[in-house]
T-cell receptor
Framework: AQKVTQAQTEISVVEKEDVTLDCVYE???????LFWYKQPPSGELVFLIR??????QNEISGRYSWNFQKSTSSFNFTITASQVVDSAVYFC????????????FGTGTRLKVLA | DAGVTQSPTHLIKTRGQHVTLRCSPI?????VSWYQQVLGQGPQFIFQ???????GRGNFPDRFSARQFPNYSSELNVNALLLGDSALYLC???????????FGPGTRLTVL
């Protein structure tokens, strides 16, 4: 069965600190996709990244970076030099390539960046 | 280009009533999915429609139904509302069934 675990419920950091959000997933499929979304107070889920199971290369986009490790079934998200605008709830999600192409979301991590 | 739009933004209903939520996908997107997000939790999958056909259904009762129109917009209907249906209802669209889903701002439903 599919499952996504985000063990960190809430993290508080001071502006300019680096922070890593953890995501551990479970799936029996060999082909699957992993995602990170940001949900600011407005409620809209903002797409950040998509990774497929065949691509384990880490990715960097500005202050954001992602570490995908199939050996530990983890897809962690790091924000470098955090800013107040990064404050939001971040969701990790998993989708398999078979059957219903639904997203399974974790419970989210609330990030508070203090000025 | 406009993103996914949803209407209404907020809705207050009483138990037993019926509600219809609407979603317009990003132009060119043919797939629409619906999710329910209860406060403090991650979104839960309700339905996926692609090319006007239901392609997937989550673990929700038959009180929940949906449809997709020829212009690819979609409606989510919920009958016999319960207090537990109070949630943020999110619509997402994608180019095709397995492409990345882009979410709308949601409709916040409160059932009293």
């Amino acid at each position: 069965a599919q499952k996504v675990t985000q063990a960190q419920t809430e993290i508080s950091v001071v502006e300019k600190e680096d922070v890593t959000l953890d995501c551990v997933y479970e799936t029996r499929d060999t082909t699957y996709y992993l995602f990170w979304y940001k949900q600011p107070p407005s409620g809209e889920l903002v797409f950040l990244i998509r990774r497929n199971s065949f691509d384990e290369q880490n990715e960097i986009s500005g202050r954001y970076s992602w570490n995908f490790q199939k050996s530990t079934s983890s897809f962690n998200f790091t924000i470098t030099a955090s800013q107040v605008v990064d404050s939001a709830v971040y969701f990790c999600a998993l989708s398999e390539d078979s059957g219903t192409y639904k997203y399974i979301f974790g419970t989210g991590t609330r990030l508070k960046v203090l000025a | 280009d406009a993103g996914v739009t949803q209407s209404p933004t907020h809705l207050i209903k009483t138990r037993g009533q019926h509600v219809t939520l609407r979603c317009s996908p990003i132009s060119g997107h043919k797939s629409v999915s619906w999710y329910q997000q209860v406060l403090g939790q991650g979104p839960q999958f309700i339905f996926q429609y692609y090319e006007k056909e239901e392609r997937g259904r989550g673990n929700f009762p038959d009180r929940f139904s949906a449809r997709q129109f020829p212009n690819y917009s979609s409606e989510l209907n919920v009958n016999a509302l319960l207090l537990g249906d109070s949630a943020l209802y999110l619509c997402a669209s994608s180019l095709a069934r397995v492409d990345t889903q882009y979410f709308g701002p949601g409709t916040r439903l409160t059932v009293l």
